[in-house]
């Protein structure tokens, strides 16, 4: 008698934007309380998002309880699943979780923490700060807005030039 392994879907998703990334979200969630902690009783999870107006998913597969997603789309919010499955593929999915929802970075405004100072001395070692990597899509977005505002630019200095030269000749 072979039966199939079929988790109960994971627990405690949550989803929260990522400060200053405007296209990523950090996920995490834990195992289903019904699951042994045991070494060699793993799961490995799939991950499913997709803006709320959307209706095409887009999966991932992890064997860790976090993930970060990192082509949200910028300003709009998410919805956010995961299902659970035996490590050695001994079974099937679980049902997916309940959904969060979650809408990446907005702000523009500095939070006050980056201008706290601290009164304490201590010995410890500051923690490194992890910088997200840049999307290369946003690289090039910004490069051609800096092009478009160099053109205009030059084409208004130019025209105010030119007013000039005409002004003074006549």
Known sequence: LCLAVKPDP???LSAEPIPYAPRRLRVSWAYPSTWPQEPHFQLKFR???RPVFDMMWSTVETAN?????TDALMGMEHIVQVSARDFLDAGNWSEWSVEVRATPWTSMEIPESVFEVSNKTTTEEPEPQVKEPIDPMEKV???IALG???FVVLVVFLAIGALICRNVLL
Do not use: R, S
């Open 10 to 12: 994971p627990e405690f």
């Open 141 to 143: 977005a910004i490069t």
């Open 65 to 69: 309880l976090t993930d970060i997603i």
């Open 148 to 150: 478009v505002f160099a």
């Open 47 to 49: 991950l499913q998002y």
